[in-house]
């Protein structure tokens, strides 16, 4: 999303909300930071929203000022909407998009610490809590609902939130892959990864081609990539628990869906659609699951010419797995109180006679708002980290 608005003359709001926009794009801008400056502009904004004194009643500054917002799917044309509640929501949605930033950054160094991976899981984990919040608390109070594509339309948040689960969910299968865990957890994990990125796919099935195509690419290729993440896995607990032929065919199944993966990282790399291209095949993490399908496929063939003598089975086993540990869910999110700084006075300082007459204000259709200029970022290895 990129902004533009006429401002009321309030110079404590206009500065943190001015401020607020600069950190979007200062890569010196941490987690602390971004959350200080978050909640100084919502909690200014909230006296445009609540009544000073009374939350549960309208600010009578709800609809004095006109909001216009682009969105990432859609250039620079922008919404437009006479509410300090779209304004709430759409700073809030880059407040979210700002914690997937700063997390695939983090995690595009080399040799990331074990700190620096709990902070990539806990600001995704952020990120999934500020998208549920906007769609569950405030997207229903709009007057006038998000046309069809916009980001604030439910299919797209619905798409972010499980996103950004999957991607907080990778962090904790590669721990637990270095951690050595039982196969059988890291094959549960992968599964469920898996699946979030198949829901994630789903949802946005219904939305034009032309904008989703892309998107959805990468949603298909995760999901293939970890489904064959998951079979590997559970190839070698079939092993373990002298079931080869069954193993064999696990680990035949953990192959076709990698060499899939690797067919759709060529695809997705050559559609056209919004939004950066993240390159997953050569990522590490990528080609370490080739190697280990192939050498794990190999042993299991020697043991079962050596040992077992199973038949192989026709069809792939129904992979029913369920992980008890390491599961992702978003981090509860709330806006801050309205500041101290609004009392009856202050609101009473507002001249409402001054209110823009047209209250249903609509860009024209060939009117852009142009975008925030984000510093070239070139993270030292890719992260196939694509939410953002």
């Known amino acids: 999303m990129t902004y533009l608005l006429y401002f009321v003359d309030v110079s404590d709001l206009r500065s943190a909300r ?6 979007f794009t200062d890569l ?9 400056a978050a909640d ?7 006296g445009f929203i609540n009544s000073v004194g009374d939350s549960t009643q309208e600010s009578k500054l709800r609809y004095i000022q006109n909001f216009k917002w682009t969105d990432t799917l859609q250039g620079h044309v922008p919404s437009a909407q006479q509410d300090a509640v779209f304004e709430l929501i759409s700073m809030g949605f880059n407040v979210a998009l700002w914690y997937t930033k700063y997390a695939s950054r983090l995690a595009g160094k080399e040799n990331i610490t074990e700190d620096e991976a709990k902070e990539v899981h ?30 604030l339309e439910a299919r797209l948040i619905d798409a972010y939130i499980i996103q950004c689960q999957a991607e907080a969910q990778e962090v904790t299968i590669a721990r637990a892959i270095e951690l050595k865990h039982a196969p059988g957890l890291i094959a549960a994990l992968a599964y469920e990864t898996a699946s979030f990125y198949q ?8 939305l034009e081609p032309a904008h989703s195509a892309k998107w959805r690419k990468y949603l298909h290729l995760k999901m293939c990539f970890y489904t064959a993440y998951a079979y590997c896995y559970h190839g070698q607990t079939l092993l373990a628990s002298d079931k080869c032929g069954e193993a064999i065919r696990s680990l035949q199944e953990a192959e076709k869906l990698y060499a899939e993966a690797e067919a759709l990282c060529k695809e997705y790399g050559e559609t056209k659609g919004p939004g950066p291209t993240a390159k997953p095949s050569g990522h ?12 794990t496929l190999d042993k299991c063939q020697r043991e079962n010419g050596f040992i077992y003598f199973q038949k192989i089975p026709t069809e792939a086993p129904q992979l029913e797995l369920k992980a008890n540990y390491g599961l992702v869910e978003p981090v509860p999110f709330e806006f801050p109180p309205m500041s101290a700084l609004w009392t009856p006075e202050a609101l009473a300082a507002f001249d409402l006679t001054k209110r823009p007459k047209d209250d249903s204000i609509k860009p024209k259709p060939e ?11 070139k993270p030292q290895k890719d992260t196939g980290c694509s939410v953002s």
């Not at 010196?28 to 200080?36: G, V």
């Not at 100084?40 to 909230?46: K, N, P, V």
């Not at 608390?137 to 709009?142: E, F, G, N, R, V």
């Not at 590490?284 to 050498?295: D, E, I, P, T, W």
């Open 284 to 295: 590490l993490f990528f080609r370490k699951l080739g190697s280990l399908v192939k050498n």
């Open 40 to 46: 100084l502009y919502f909690s200014l904004l909230q």
């Open 28 to 36: 010196s801008c941490n987690p602390e930071t971004m959350k200080n």
């Open 122 to 151: 806990r600001s995704l984990k952020i990120a999934a809590g500020i998208f549920k919040h906007l769609k569950e608390s405030h997207i229903p109070k709009l007057l006038t609902p998000a046309e069809k594509g916009r980001d």
């Open 367 to 377: 009117e852009e708002v142009k975008p925030v200029k984000e510093p070239d970022i």
């Open 199 to 206: 829901k994630a796919d789903h949802t946005l099935s219904s």
């Open 18 to 23: 001015t401020r607020l926009l600069e950190l």
